[in-house]
C-alpha cells in the first residue's frame, strides 16, 4: 500500500530468507549480534549485511520492492573497535519530495527473526532498539 507498510513486510521478508538460508550453509543457529558461541554458522555484521543486501536485490529484482530500491551497504565507525554495517534501502519518493534511507540490520536477531528496519540516521546515530 505504501513504504510504511512494505518496510513492515521487508522486515520479516529477511528472517524467512535468511532461516531458509541458513539450512543450507550451516547458518541457521546464527545468534545476534557477534556472541561467542563457538559454532562456525556465527555471522559477523559484515556478513549479515551483504547476505541481507543480496536478499533485497533478490526482492527487487523480482519487482516485490515497490516503493524502495536497495543502495549501497553503509558502515559507520564512531570508534574503530566499533564499526558495524548494514544493508540500505532508499524510499523511491516521499510526501516533502526527499528521499529517505533505511539500514535493514539483520546482525542484531538470531537467523530467522525478523531484521531490524530503521530510519539511517537514527542507525547511524546507534539508536537501536531491540
Known sequence: RNA?????KIAPAIGLLEGIIGKTTGTSADQPR???TGDPGQLDCVAESR?????LKALQARGWLRFH???ERVKRAPLFIDTHWTA?????S???GKSERF???????ANGEPAVVMPLADWLAKKETE
Do not use: C, H, M
Open 103 to 109: 539500514a535493514v540490520d539483520s546482525w542484531f536477531r
Open 4 to 8: 510504511a507498510k512494505e518496510r513492515e
Open 94 to 96: 516521499t510526501a516533502k
Open 88 to 92: 540500505v534501502i532508499e524510499e523511491k
Open 51 to 55: 547476505n541481507t543486501q543480496a536478499y
Open 34 to 36: 557477534n556472541q561467542a
Open 69 to 71: 530500491r536497495v543502495v
